[in-house]
C-alpha cells in the first residue's frame, strides 16, 4: 500500500461510520417522532370522542327535561280548560234550570205526570195513583158497600206487590193471616209463580194502566188491549198460578175507570174462575157497576195502610179499618211489603184485638 494510502482510508472508513451514526439517529428520531404522533392522534380522537358523548349526553339530558317540562305545562293547561269547561257546564245548566223554572206551569210536575226519578222510586203505587186520580184518602165505601151481619167483624189484610221469597217470610212471620198479592213472573222478579207454588193463600197482583204512573210492569193490561190479547194474558194466569182465585189491580186507575176495558176483561176473568178485587185506585171505578149487572158482590179495597210510612200513621189506618170492619161486618185493608208496614200490623194486637184477621178467601166465603 503506498504512503499515506492507509490514512485516507482510515479517515474515509471514519466518516463513513460517522455519516452511518448520525443517519442511525435520524431515523431513531424519526421513529421516537412517529410514535409521539400517533399517541397524540389517539389522544384527540379519544377527547373528541369523549367530547361529543359529553355533547350528546347532556343534549339527551336537556331534551328529558324540556320533555318533562312540556308535558307538566300541557298537563296543567288540560286541567285549566277542564276546570273551564266544568265551571262554563254548571253555568249554562243553572241557567237553564232558572228558565225552566220561570217557564213552568203551575201545576207540579208530579201532578202533570212526568215521570221523574223520584217517582221512579215510588213504591206505593197504588196509593199514588188513586190520590192523582181524585181520590180523597181514607174515604170508605159506604155507597157501595153491603153491610154484612156476622158472628164477629173479619179484615182482610193484603199485602200489594209482592215479588221475592224474602217478602213472603216475613209475612207469613207475622201473627196474623195475611194475603200476599204476588206480581205475576216477569224479566224483574221471574219466581213469583213458583213462590205462589208454596202458598195456601195468596192473590195475584195484576198490573193495569194508570192515569199517572210513570213506570209500568210487564205486560201491563191498557185501554187498546183487545180482548183476544186479555184472553191470552188470563190463560197465561191461570197456567201460572193454579192455586188461587182472587185477583187485584196492580195501579189500573185508567184501565178500572175504562167501562169498555172492565167489560172485556170481566167477562173473561169469570170464565176463568177468578174473583176480581177492586184495589180502587180511582174514586171513577167502573166495577161497582159491573159486579152489579152480573149479581156479584163488590169486593174492594177500604183503607190504604200505609199512606205515610212511619209506625203512628200505620197503626192509625189499621183503627180506620177496624172501625169500618165493625160498622160494615167486613173491612179490607191493602198495604206495601215496607219494613214499617209489617213492624206495624205486627205490633198492633191490641188495635186488632176487636175483630177476626182472615185471609181474602175466607172473607169471600163468608159474604158472597
Known amino acids: 500500500m503506498p504512503p499515506g494510502m492507509g490514512n485516507r482510508f482510515m479517515t474515509k472508513r471514519s ?30 380522537v379519544v377527547a373528541v370522542t369523549i367530547l361529543v358523548v359529553a ?46 223554572k220561570r217557564e213552568a206551569p203551575s201545576k207540579s210536575p208530579e201532578k202533570r205526570g212526568v215521570c221523574t226519578e223520584e217517582r221512579k222510586k215510588e213504591n206505593r203505587s197504588e196509593i199514588r195513583d188513586y190520590m192523582e186520580s181524585g181520590g180523597k184518602e181514607n174515604v170508605a165505601l159506604s155507597r ?9 167483624p173479619k179484615l182482610a189484610i193484603v199485602i200489594d206487590d209482592v215479588a221475592y221469597a224474602s217478602q213472603i217470610r216475613k209475612i207469613r212471620a207475622l201473627p196474623w ?15 213469583t209463580a213458583r213462590i205462589a207454588a208454596n202458598l195456601d193463600h195468596f192473590m195475584i197482583h195484576l198490573p193495569m194502566e194508570a192515569m199517572n204512573y210513570c213506570s209500568p210492569e210487564e205486560w201491563t193490561l191498557t185501554t187498546k188491549s183487545s180482548k183476544e ?8 194466569l191461570r197456567r201460572q198460578f193454579p192455586g188461587t182465585h182472587f185477583i187485584n189491580n196492580h195501579t189500573g186507575s185508567r184501565f178500572t175507570a175504562d167501562l169498555s176495558s172492565m167489560e172485556k176483561f170481566y167477562t173473561v176473568i ?8 177492586d184495589s180502587r185506585t180511582t174514586p171513577k171505578t167502573v166495577v161497582p157497576k159491573i159486579c152489579g149487572e152480573y149479581g156479584d158482590p163488590y169486593i174492594a179495597r177500604d183503607v190504604f195502610l200505609d199512606n205515610k210510612t212511619d209506625i203512628a200513621s200505620i197503626r192509625k189506618q189499621l183503627e180506620k179499618a177496624v172501625e169500618i170492619a165493625k160498622s160494615h161486618g167486613y ?19 191490641k188495635i186488632l184485638q176487636e175483630v177476626d184477621i182472615v185471609y181474602i178467601d175466607e172473607l169471600y166465603d163468608k159474604i158472597r
Not at 461510520?17 to 431513531?28: A, E, F, L, Q, V
Not at 157501595?144 to 164477629?152: A, I, Q
Not at 169469570?270 to 178485587?277: C, I, M, S, Y
Request: proline share 4%; hydrophobic share 30%; glycine share 8%.
Open 55 to 100: 355533547m350528546t349526553l347532556s343534549a339527551w339530558v336537556g331534551y328529558q327535561m324540556g320533555r318533562e317540562e312540556a308535558l307538566d305545562i300541557c298537563k296543567n293547561r288540560v286541567v285549566g280548560y277542564r276546570n273551564d269547561l266544568e265551571k262554563l257546564r254548571k253555568k249554562l245548566k243553572s241557567q237553564s234550570f232558572q228558565k225552566a
Open 15 to 44: 466518516r463513513t461510520t460517522k455519516s452511518t451514526k448520525r443517519s442511525s439517529k435520524r431515523g431513531s428520531r424519526r421513529k421516537k417522532s412517529s410514535s409521539h404522533l400517533s399517541l397524540y392522534l389517539l389522544g384527540g
Open 229 to 236: 190479547e186479555i184472553e191470552r194474558r188470563i190463560e197465561e
Open 177 to 191: 193471616h195475611i194475603t200476599p198479592s204476588l206480581f205475576p213472573p216477569t224479566s224483574r222478579h221471574p219466581d
Open 331 to 349: 173491612a179490607i185493608a191493602i198495604g206495601h211489603p215496607h219494613a214499617t208496614t209489617l213492624e206495624a200490623i205486627g205490633s198492633s194486637g
Open 270 to 277: 169469570k170464565r176463568h174462575g177468578f174473583v176480581f178485587v
Open 144 to 152: 157501595v158497600k153491603e153491610t154484612v151481619h156476622l158472628e164477629r
